[in-house]
């Protein structure tokens, strides 16, 4: 396969910045998705080429992030069961080269130095390396991370490295001066050559075919440290290579407890998770909502004793942050609160998932203690290829800013009785809202399941977010927005007469959430579509007028194609050929409370 002069070309430009309201943009857009697109491709070829079964794409930076055009386009390649070890064989393509080389990429947790060091002991096993693989070592480059962006430039040829013991101490130097830095070995094409070179792809593909036995070094390492924190919880496991496999043992382990949750609850509050790090359970009290949070995040193991999943109970005189967040003493100390601890343990440890549970959410307002986390959930943003968000504290004993990490996840649970407060819709619209009323007291089935399944850990990367903005997406499957916005446009029709209608925010999680359950193939679109009405929009609606009963009417007619009458006899049949079933079960749930008591709401009170 063939590289064009416009991959290269796209990034001669003085300016990298990107308005998307500017003239010009819209060429720019074009320019360089395409180019980014071929890129993906382009990868996709040269990782065929190499013949590797276990290697797969672990990433593709974005082209562009946060208004910010991408330098270059970097690609990460990794072992399909070690994705959330910072080791990687990049790919890299900027104006004038191209680059297939050995990296880390763990460059912003400054706590990883054991990790650092144990990638790059693969310089001791170097010699092995080019006797084994008959490496011909005129061919690659040993360059430091020191230079940052130009650093490829200061490279020294791996023929070098091998017999001038000066020029190999000096680079070893870099490497153990601060423990922050790494070596990186790879090829690096000029433009020229790549332009004229028959099957690019192919010869990329014999690189990392060449370079897999040094990732591999980097790679294989085991962890006294995290076994002792740990204790039972196997490190380092046999991940799994899809999100159904992982469902399918959160599910196993759930039911070893003694807990009856179907599979697809399981699936829908993983895809919950990973479309936004904040979830709602609600729900009549006894349900087990607490306990699925519980096992759900043990069973990848998350715990207290390790300290990756963390229980707060709300208290109901809560009417500020401070509480959670922490707060200020009279010696002018500052006092952590139990979220902030479980924040800045989760920044130290990014490659892990670490889950906080909010007890009983709304035994106080939620909009006054927990606003100031909701408005910095918003403001989530890609930063060099990195997920942030705007800075929600100042720890000034350690000098630095806390910002919420991408690796911690927040589930709330709630009961609506007399007791406790209602949702506005400024935290409807930031949750998915998953209710859980099914109560099957006579099926005990699952209390016949003997067998222990062991909790086993992962890594983050299974539950990250791989979206944030729309476009995000839509570069790569405009199709689904498409259908999705089609069926929302419908919806709001009907929400529009009491203003109940959604806006971008929720289109766009509606989005993400049937993005990541197609990848994955966990249900169809139209099971997925119908959680997502119910998690994401019934909640809004509530009232006692004319005009709700309309809209109810209206939404039963959309989901299940009938009109809503009176003939009880009529229902079930209605039910069984719906559309979206679970949504059409609960507006009508809702339209006889509103025949009943005058008043109706999403919530079982």
């Known amino acids: 396969m063939r590289i064009t002069n416009h991959a290269f070309d796209v990034f001669e430009r003085t300016n990298f910045i990107y308005r998307k309201h500017e003239e010009g943009a819209q060429q720019v857009k074009q320019d360089y998705t395409s180019a980014w697109n071929e890129w993906k491709k382009i990868v996709e070829r040269s990782l065929r080429d ?66 650092r060091k144990i990638h790059n002991s693969w310089v001791n096993s170097i010699d ?82 060449e ?29 799994f290579l899809t999100s159904q496999d992982l469902i399918t043992h959160i599910h196993s382990y759930i039911q070893s407890k003694g807990f009856f949750y179907t599979k697809e609850e399981v699936i829908n509050l993983f895809l919950s998770i990973k479309t936004k790090p904040f979830v709602i359970l609600s729900g009549i009290s006894g349900t087990g909502k607490t306990k699925i949070v519980q ?24 009417n500020d942050g401070s ?46 203690y927990f606003s100031d986390i909701l408005s910095v959930m918003e403001s ?9 968000t705007s800075t929600l504290l100042r720890d000034e004993s350690e000098n630095k800013d806390i910002k919420l990490p991408t690796n911690l996840y927040i589930i709330g ?43 086993i850990a992962i890594g983050n990367s299974m539950l990250c977010s791989k979206y944030l903005h729309l476009k995000d997406l839509y570069s790569e499957n405009s199709e689904l927005v498409h259908k999705v916005t089609t069926e929302l446009e419908h919806i709001n029709q009907s929400l529009q007469l009491t203003n109940a209608h959604i806006g971008y925010r929720v289109r766009d999680e509606i989005c993400f959430y049937l993005a990541y359950n197609e990848d994955s193939k966990l249900m169809s679109f139209e099971q997925a579509f119908d959680h997502c009405i119910l998690q994401k929009i019934l909640p809004r609606i509530s009232g006692s007028d004319t005009r709700v009963e309309q809209l109810l009417m209206g939404l039963y007619r959309l989901f299940t194609g009938k009109e809503y009458t009176d003939e009880f006899e009529s229902y079930d049949n209605d039910m069984k050929f719906a559309k979206y079933p679970k949504s059409a079960a609960k507006v009508l749930e ?16």
């Not at 990794?78 to 050995?102: E, F, G, H, T, W």
């Not at 070995?185 to 050559?193: M, P, R, T």
């Not at 949702?423 to 003997?450: G, P």
């Open 380 to 388: 989530r943003k890609w930063q060099e290829g990195e997920m942030v």
């Open 413 to 455: 649970t709630v009961n609506m009785d007399e007791t406790t407060y209602p949702f506005s819709k400024k935290v409807l619209d930031r949750a998915n809202t998953i209710e859980f009323n099914r109560v099957e007291l006579s099926n005990l089935a699952f209390l016949e399941e003997q067998s222990e399944v062991e909790s």
């Open 295 to 318: 096992w759900f995040a043990e069973s990848m193991g998350a715990t207290e004793e390790n300290g990756q999943f963390v229980l707060i109970p709300i208290r109901p005189d809560w």
């Open 50 to 115: 190499s013949d590797s079964d276990d290697l797969t794409i672990e990433n593709t930076e974005n082209w562009q992030n946060s208004g910010n055009l991408s330098k270059r386009f970097w690609s990460r390649i990794k072992d399909k069961q070690l994705l959330d070890v910072p080791s990687c064989i990049a790919a890299m393509i900027s104006k004038d080269n191209l680059r297939v080389y050995l990296e880390w990429h763990g460059y912003k947790n400054e706590a990883l130095h054991e990790e």
């Open 323 to 368: 509480d959670l967040l922490g707060y200020t003493d009279i010696k002018g100390d500052f006092i952590k609160g139990p979220l902030t601890k479980a924040i800045l343990e989760a920044d130290r440890n990014p490659e892990k998932p670490y889950f906080v549970l909010l007890d009983e959410m709304n035994l106080a307002r939620v909009e006054h």
């Open 590 to 605: 809702m339209l006889r409370r509103l025949r009943d008591d005058g008043f109706t709401s999403f919530w079982v009170s």
């Open 128 to 209: 092995k390396w080019i006797e084994e693989n008959n490496i011909d070592i005129s061919q690659y480059k040993i360059w430091t991370n020191k230079e940052e962006v130009e650093d490829y430039r200061n490279y020294v040829m791996l023929e070098q490295f091998i017999n001038n013991s000066d020029i190999r101490e000096n680079v070893l130097n870099v490497i153990e001066t601060d423990g922050k830095n790494w070596i990186r070995i790879g090829k690096v094409f000029s433009k020229q050559d790549v332009l004229h070179h028959e099957d690019i792809t192919s010869e990329m593909g014999q690189v990392i075919k």
């Open 211 to 239: 370079l897999e036995w040094l990732y591999r070094k980097a790679t294989i390492y085991t962890s006294k440290k995290e076994e002792e924190v740990v204790k039972q919880i196997r490190e380092q496991p046999d991940p």
